[in-house]
């Protein structure tokens, strides 16, 4: 009986390696991203080894709140002193290592896409991980070296200049030397060194380190010369041995990485869940056609079980071929995906792909698990097939149609769904298991309409074939009754399409919502025309440069605004601070509690809370509330006034005054400036104006945009995304078009006889060809309306709790209509195989095919 | 061959009865639809005889076949298999009871494609996980004259070599009783003769008792007893004297 399977597996590999690719794209997916963030950790790793292979201590601050530019505090260059007197030091060294800009002659960056820069300072050779391929270490304060890969990107040589910026204005040096970390590049981040001092001038950081690196006389171990070193120095510090603190920040690096990872796994389980549908409906038309063989089997004595099996032997070893083919797809992925980032300049770190023993036992449970699952039911329904089957010349198995049964079935799970999907979104679960409930429970909100679907499909299709009955004529007619004849069929091929386009509609109006919301936000709250932000809007840039634009002709106001992120009561909020003088000129409060003048007349101590924020935490005007900062510090504050809280959280959940964020947060460096113009100033007269100014004053890392162009950044951003979550649910849609593939060369199997009798009575291969597109075209497209209108009632649901924040829907019809024209015209692409294959059909034979 | 073996039934000979069936009903649908296949069959099947089953269509022959077989359960009456009720079984035991017990050949040949002759002739005994007697096998191969195609796959097969190959694998297990249902019904006259005289040597040369349904008066003819049904009703039973003997059987029976 096994080696019967393996024989019918063979005579039908061309069906199995179809019915493969349903799991092979969502295996592929799963294995790639395993591979890739591996390959990442694993380089991350090797780099933190690299970067303290003469370290045998090292001390920095702990971070109480995360920074979101993922920056730790500095600490007073002091304590160096203590721990130089400590038994067992044989070296102790204090350095800088901060994010800053780099520019290259021209002022541009060197660094590519949004990869970190950072601006180091050298120090003792003991401790020096880097190598110099060219030149030599800063020997003066005007020297500085570079990475050898980002002096490559930006075709930098020795003895060009290049620009740091720190939190002051831009400052020049000669390039002297060019580094390399070991073996391995620095994964896209660009990475300059100067002397230590001139690197504390920089980043603000006089009399300051980020961390202190200890080497141990011999004899001395790195755990004894810790606990030695701790005890020197204050609370506030970590003293760690070198492996704990790259394992430490290799995990961190992971922890980062993880989202991304959870995320490109979502997407791989959509695939593989449409996959299922295609499975599903593979096997099941494979059961029906193979009953009169499972019936003779049972007269010859085969049990149920026996029958059962051979089905699930089929599924096991399609999932193993799927999950195999998967995993080297997902090598390949990962594999150009790198090359990919690689030329965009965000490099992995140069190293070999990992492919860990998880990656492998992960894929290939998944993939097996997921075929032999999907193939449960139609082997259930093999078993119920009756020896007596073997005699008759049709019959239909299973043909009891328990609509009650389904309806029922359909009924609970989709209002399960439902249920699952607002208690998440009411309920106001925080991210991974809020997510994870709303999949659920659209998981069996789809399952349900797909159980109820084959009631739709005679409806759909009478509706969708009009047209092509119109035009087409008889072939339209006959291609809409085969996509009616089996409407089960029909229903799981739309079905698994279904999800896909539901998802893409969703992602499409939630996008373009977001898009005209953020516009809203910016027209209605930035009266100012200009907005200031630091490079790319990731870093922040250097406080003169508000004052310089405050300066230039036309301007009537300019106001930087700073962030922070710290715990409001224990819940880590966003914090900003504003310039009380001007501030109402340029950005529009919307007040619950409190007006204007509470902005204006901000004191130190008080505190503008955001509502969602006083919500959460309970407090109203005139409570107390305690703000934790980075070191740990805390203090207390006075809530003055309540805003509400905008959707671009430009004034993040929090505000306070410009002196409590520079002496009890160390903030000082400007994340946007919003600016005015005096009316009747020209717009772009001015924005070139302030452009220059800041140029000239050496404050090239500032980018100055006026609304519009601020619209289109953010549109931009927001379209970046989408473009991505697009091309990732290209892949369910691309295994639901397989899905249609099989399932019409399935269809045309079976019709063979009825092929040839319609080619008999004078219908031509072209005729043939077009009831067959035209049957591909009615399924995609009952899959693209029904997704299309999941689609809508989804982002509808879910957009209700989000418009009380600001948020409004928008439906791009357009783009809708467009992606169900393209539907369809992928029908007509998934139809070529199967069309091609039942026009060649050869007459007689069909009609005598047995 | 001997004459006690093609002694008219009604002499109610020695030979034990292999299959017995008492009181067979069989309706289906109800009320104004109800449709009585079978209306009181008795019957008996000795062992190592060639029994063929006759009647037009609608009279209930296939229906027979198929409840004395297992496939199909009487709506009243039992039946008897090698002394065994076989009326009550469940799934499994009549998994059991085809495995030891029965053999079928169908019109429509049902061999697998994809496995050889040879193969297909083997499928019972793998399925029943049996190991296969090699001599008995290369005896049911030459018997059927199929040698030299052993390894070929049906599709290269002429349909009359199908068909052999479809009574080989129905003799492999040595079946208690091979029903065979319209065994020659797809097949040309050369063919049919050569099939029919397979399952006759079959009860000759080793006993093998055959059920045949047939509408084929020159297939019924190579039978050792002709029973016919009209309505659903036993209504002749003898030995068959010729084959247009037969055709005036069937004339009577309209």
Redesign the interface.
């Known amino acids: 009986m096994l080696s019967l399977t393996f024989k019918n597996l063979w005579a039908r590999k061309w069906r199995s390696m179809m019915t493969a690719v349903a799991v092979i794209f969502g295996i592929a997916l799963v294995a790639g991203t395993y591979i890739l963030t591996d390959t990442t950790n694993q380089a991350f790793d090797q780099i933190f080894n690299e970067s303290l292979a003469g370290t045998d201590v090292v001390v920095t601050a702990k971070s109480e709140v995360d920074q979101q530019d993922g920056s730790t505090p500095a600490f007073p260059a002091k304590i160096l002193k203590k721990v130089d007197q400590v038994d067992g030091v044989k070296v102790a060294a204090g350095s800088i290592f901060t994010q800053g800009a780099i520019l290259d002659d021209k002022g541009d960056s060197v660094g590519g896409g949004f990869a970190p820069q950072f601006i180091a300072s050298t120090g003792p050779r003991v401790f020096e991980a880097v190598t110099y391929p060219q030149g030599h270490p800063p020997t003066s304060a005007h020297e500085a070296t570079l990475d050898e890969a980002a002096a490559d990107r930006a075709d930098l040589k020795l003895g060009d200049t290049i620009e740091l910026v720190g939190t002051r204005k831009a400052v020049p040096f000669r390039l002297v030397g060019l580094t390399q970390l070991g073996g391995s590049s620095f994964g896209g981040s660009s990475i300059a060194q100067v002397e230590l001092p001139v690197a504390q001038k920089i980043t603000g950081k006089e009399g300051e380190y980020d961390q202190i690196s200890i080497a141990a006389d011999s004899g001395v171990s790195p755990e004894e010369l810790r606990d030695r070193v701790s005890e020197v120095v204050p609370k506030g510090l970590r003293v760690e041995t070198a492996q704990e603190n790259a394992d430490r920040n290799a995990s961190e690096i992971r922890d980062s990485l993880q989202f991304l990872t959870i995320a490109l796994l979502a997407f791989a389980a959509i695939a593989l869940f449409v996959g299922s549908f295609v499975i599903f409906n593979v096997f099941s038309i494979t059961v029906a056609q193979r009953t009169r063989e499972f019936g003779m089997l049972r007269t010859l004595g085969a049990s149920r079980r026996q029958i059962l099996s051979t089905v699930m032997i089929e599924g096991l070893i399609i999932g193993l071929v799927g999950s195999l083919l998967g995993l080297l797809v997902g090598y390949g992925l990962a594999a150009g995906l790198s090359a990919v980032l690689k030329a965009v300049g965000a490099e992995l770190p140069a190293n070999s792909l990992q492919v860990l023993p998880r990656t492998i036992i992960v894929s290939l449970l998944i993939g097996v698990g997921v075929t032999l699952v999907s193939s449960l039911i139609p082997a259930f329904r093999s078993t119920r097939v009756p020896p007596i089957a073997a005699l008759s010349e049709n019959l239909e198995v299973g043909g009891k149609n328990r609509v009650v049964v389904r309806t029922v079935i359909a009924v609970l799970l989709g209002l399960l769904g439902l249920a699952l999907v607002a208690t998440a979104l009411i309920g106001g679960k925080d991210g991974g298991s809020g997510a994870a409930q709303i999949g659920a429970g659209a998981v069996c909100v789809l399952i349900a309409i797909s159980i109820f679907a084959p009631k739709l499909v005679s409806p759909a299709a009478r509706i969708i074939g009009a047209p092509l009955e119109r035009f087409g004529g008889l072939t339209g007619r006959l291609a809409r009754e085969n996509a009616q004849r089996n409407p089960s069929r029909t229903a799981v091929t739309a079905a698994a399409l279904m999800i896909g386009l539901a998802l893409i509609a969703f992602v499409t109006i939630f996008a373009s919502g977001l898009s005209s919301s953020v516009n809203k936000v910016i027209e209605d709250q930035l009266p100012g025309e200009i907005i200031l932000q630091g490079q790319g809007g990731i870093l922040p840039f250097p406080a003169g440069a508000v004052t310089v634009v405050q300066k230039v002709d036309g301007v009537e106001a300019a106001s930087g605004v700073r962030y922070v992120s710290a715990k409001v009561d224990g819940k880590t909020a966003s914090i900003s601070s504003v310039d009380p003088a001007d501030i109402v000129k340029v950005y529009t409060v919307e007040w619950e509690e409190g007006s204007d003048s509470d902005l204006t007349g901000l004191t130190d101590g008080q505190i503008v809370i955001g509502n969602k924020l006083a919500d959460s935490l309970d407090v109203g005007v005139g409570d107390k509330v305690t703000l934790t900062s980075q070191k740990g510090q805390k203090f207390p504050f006075q809530v003055s006034a309540i805003m509400k809280t905008d959707s671009i959280a430009l004034a993040g959940e929090g505000i306070i005054s410009q002196s409590s964020m520079a002496r009890d947060f160390n903030q000082k460096s400007d994340a946007v400036g919003l600016v005015k113009l005096d009316t009747g100033a020209d717009l772009d007269q001015t924005q070139t104006a302030i452009e220059d100014a800041l140029k000239k004053q050496d404050f090239p890392t500032v980018d100055v945009l006026n609304q519009g162009e601020l619209k289109d950044q953010q549109k931009s951003q927001i379209n970046g995304l989408l473009a991505m979550i697009y091309v990732l649910l290209a892949l369910a849609v691309i295994v639901s078009l397989v899905g249609i593939v099989v399932t019409l060369i399935l269809s045309i199997y079976e019709r063979t006889r009825e092929l040839g009798m319609l080619r008999a009575v004078g219908m031509s291969r072209r005729q043939v060809k077009r009831m067959v597109r035209y049957e591909a075209v009615i399924t995609a497209v009952i899959g693209a309306v029904s997704g299309l209108i999941v689609g809508v009632i989804f982002a509808f649901l879910i957009g209700i709790p989000l418009s009380g924040d600001g948020f409004n829907l928008s439906y791009p019809i357009g783009t809708l209509i467009l992606i169900l024209i393209l539907t369809a015209v992928a029908g007509v692409i998934a139809a070529i195989y199967p069309a091609r294959k039942a026009a060649k059909l050869d007459v007689l034979e069909a009609v005598s095919y047995e | 061959m001997e004459s006690t073996l093609a002694a008219p039934s009604e002499s109610q000979s020695s030979a034990s009865p292999i299959v017995r069936a008492t009181g067979l009903e069989r309706v289906y649908g109800e009320g104004q639809a109800e449709v009585r296949a079978l209306d009181g069959v008795d019957v008996e099947f000795e062992k190592g005889r060639f029994t063929s089953i006759m009647g037009p269509s609608g009279s209930g022959k296939?229906t027979l076949m198929?409840i004395l077989?297992g496939?199909?359960k009487p709506t009243a009456g039992t039946v008897e298999i090698d002394g065994q009720d076989i009326t009550g079984l469940d799934?499994?035991e009549?998994?059991?009871l085809?495995?030891?017990k029965?053999g079928?050949v169908?019109?429509?040949f049902?061999l697998?494609?994809?496995?050889t002759a040879e193969e297909n002739i083997l499928?019972?005994l793998?399925?029943?996980r049996k190991k296969p007697d090699r001599e008995w096998v290369d005896q049911v191969i030459d018997r059927v004259g199929l040698t030299d195609r052993r390894d070929h796959r049906p599709s290269e097969l002429s349909g009359g070599q199908q068909q052999r190959v479809a009574v080989a694998?129905a003799l492999v297990?040595k079946p208690a009783v091979l029903f065979a249902?319209e065994p020659t019904g797809n097949l040309d006259s050369k063919a049919s003769e050569d099939v029919l005289k397979m399952l006759r040597a079959a009860v000759d040369e080793t006993g093998q008792t055959v059920i045949m349904v047939t509408h084929e008066p020159d297939a019924a003819a190579h039978g050792d007893r002709l029973i016919a049904l009209r309505d659903g009703k036993l209504v002749h039973d003898a030995p068959p004297v010729s084959a247009d003997n037969v055709i005036e059987l069937l004339k009577t029976l309209g």
């Open positions: 296939s198929h077989a496939l199909d799934d499994g009549l998994t059991q085809r495995r030891d029965l079928f169908f019109q429509f049902n697998l494609p994809v496995l499928l019972p793998s399925i029943a694998r297990t249902d």
